[in-house]
């Protein structure tokens, strides 16, 4: 029986004879159904229609797209360290041209994802890469649409991956929406991979924070402090958002700080 995949989240579902009725990611307030109608497709159907696209961020950072845009539109991150390689956020997409790319860099030790949006099909990354652990928040639980052994489910607010890089639950968009600090990237400055918990805006000089993109509903004074909060303790100075070319090259953490203040003085008005 096929994995149904949301054509309009790129969530993949445990297998039925049939769609499903709907896309319960896609129904929650935070997301949408399009005004034409719930659609849904399957991995070797997009791997007909689709293709993979890569670029070199900087050394050690690779991003990982889908042409033409499907789903959501965000980016995956393969981060190379000494100490293993980590598959942030995930696609919907996976080919065998891609793993064997992926492969000969040194394959994959582990995924995180930052939130229920992104969570994709990685079950199939997971066991194209040996069934390799994928880690999401415990506190997203129930968002996840094919629960498999390899998912591990991690608590609290912080959690070490591998050496140098660290799991920050941020909350907001979701409850355990969480960011991933790489502490050797941008020459050794400090990295932040954001998801859309910390949006990268169109002038990337700034970031934002909501509960809802496509639906324009903003976050509270509480969850704006969580977030600056939880990424205060770590050292920043390059900000990767979701989505192609959306980074902050230099001063990130003076970003996060001076955007926080500029939301919470607009919602305040």
Known sequence: MPHYICSTCGTQYAETLQPP????ICTDERQYVKTSGQRWTTAPELRQSHRTTIKLEEPGLISIGIEPQFGIGQRAFFLRTP???VLWDCIPLLDG???EMLNAMGGLAAIAISHPHYYSNVVEWSRAFGNIPVYLHAADRQWVMRPDDCIHFWQGETRPLLEGLTLI??????AGGSVLHWEDGAKGRGVLLSGDIIQVVADRKSVSFMYSYPNHIPL????IQQIVNAVEPFRYDRIYGAFWDMVIERDGKTAVNSSAERYLQAIRQ
Do not use: E, K, M, W
């Open 21 to 24: 009725d709907s896309c319960l």
């Open 83 to 85: 100490h293993g390689n």
């Open 97 to 99: 041209a891609l793993v």
């Open 169 to 174: 639950r941020c909350g907001g968009h979701f």
């Open 220 to 223: 509270g004074p509480a969850a």
